[in-house]
Nanobody, 123 residues
Framework: QVQLVESGGGLVQAGGSLRLSCVQS????????MGWFRQAPGKEREFVAALTWSGSSTDYADSVKGRFTASRDNAKNTVYLQMNSLKPEDTAVYYC????????????????WGQGTQVTVSS
């Protein structure tokens, strides 16, 4: 069993930055591809970013490319999402997720999920 716990969300003004963290426990962290997703009220959960266990392969949604950076520290069983130049449309609950295999964008391909952390960007 894999447990994922996100933290780092909060309220920030437009143009500001936040760094989300997701700590994994239960299995060998370095075996998993890690993804970040978000869900705004009334909308479907959408892909944000993902990276392989080595960090050598990454993918970003077009809406966050150049502003968000995903990284991981396998020694700490932690994956991060650095979010810069935040916009009001980035407001959502952010989730981390884990899967075995390649980086993919489909949320249905991820096996394990955290409980989410709220990010609110004010204009």
């Amino acid at each position: 069993q894999v447990q994922l716990v996100e933290s780092g969300g909060g309220l920030v003004q437009a143009g500001g930055s936040l760094r989300l963290s997701c700590v994994q426990s239960g299995r060998t962290f370095s075996s998993y591809t890690m993804g970040w997703f978000r869900q705004a009220p009334g909308k479907e959960r959408e892909f944000v970013a993902a990276l392989t266990w080595s960090g050598s392969s990454t993918d970003y949604a077009d809406s966050v490319k150049g502003r968000f950076t995903a990284s991981r520290d396998n020694a700490k069983n932690t994956v991060y999402l650095q979010m810069n130049s935040l916009k009001p449309e980035d407001t959502a609950v952010y989730y981390c997720a884990a899967r075995m295999g390649a980086v993919v964008r489909s949320r249905y391909s991820y096996t394990y999920w955290g409980q989410g952390t709220q990010v609110t960007v004010s204009s």
